[in-house]
């Protein structure tokens, strides 16, 4: 089974985004403009950057969604390709959506040979019933969701994502919306210490957000380290982890509305499944996985009980079979040769057929 691809370049990869032409989206937050594409939009310019992203879990994925011929899933995180390629090359069709043009490019090339069986939509995860209608899909025999960034997305400076490199503060996975720029120089510090908490669990959240207060009335924030060198001065290094990898975190799951997304999908994708057509969603981190393992537990529970019920009663949405119960992470081999696979946990659920409640 094919795990990477091989480090390659792409003559018309799109070049990124102007450092500097920032519009300040004061007070709004990024769930408000959602997620709108044009399937030629995009970054215009050519790049060098090579695309890099080894698949986690493949093996697993693959074992899992049962991927024969004939059979239609939908990868709602394209990313590189890597998942998608799996399924292909076992014989299923896959509708491979993504936010980002440049995965959705990358992806088309490399998955060429694959004819009519592969298709690269543009769109949101989050908006799978609207993409599955527009495209007719039908009843899918699986759903993969392979959460959070790219190392392609991480590794390239001019996206803004990692406190590694030099860039703009950008963190958008597509086009749409404010940045972690806007938030950073626009947002109140009440709002700002908000995210820090929530979405990075950052103990230094009150000090961070009352420090950005103070810089940006000087000069606004563009750079990522810009950022991230003034978190490190301000609260020193604590270990090997990078002090300022939470704020980042929280930045970026904000931008991109990450977990309302996740919320959004699990809503309906019950909807979209045949009956023994399976889920499966690999998550990174702990807010993410909380929501995914819920959703499942929640969802193939036969009855639900409350303490005013004399005795438990029929759940009427319950929707899946759970199959591995306790989620499946990656093996040393794999986490050894691979860092950031290291917090990943593949959760998956069967649908089933829905039992008549009276
Ligand atoms: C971890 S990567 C997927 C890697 C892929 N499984 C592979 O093997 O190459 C996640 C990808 O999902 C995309 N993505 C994240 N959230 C999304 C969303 N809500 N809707 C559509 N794409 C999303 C990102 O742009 C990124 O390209």
Redesign the pocket.
Known sequence: MLSTHPIQKLSDFRRLRSFTSRSLFRGMTSKAVG?AYSMAGGRSDSTDQPFY?E??L?DEVVHFLAPLNGRLFV??????????EALLRAGATVKG????AE?RDY?TERLARFGDRFEAVA????EISRLAEVGNWGGLDGI?L?????S??LDVGERGFSFRFDGPLDMR??DEGPTAADLVNGWGEAELRQIFWDLGEEKSGRKIAAWIVQERAKAPFETTLQLADGIEKLIGRRGRTHPATKVFQALRIEV?D?LG??RR?LEVAPDLLKIGGRLAI?TFHSLEDRIVKQTFRDASKAEVDRPEWPSPRPNPNHVYRLLARKGVAPGGEEVSRNARSRSSRLRVVERIKTPTVS
């Open positions: 997620c992203h698949s986690i493949l990868d709602g995180t394209l990313g590189g390709g890597g998942h998608t959506i993504d936010r980002d995965a992806a769109g949101c995860f989050g993969l392979d959460l959070g960034v790219s392609h997305q996975m597509g991109n990450e997304e996740l999908f690999i």
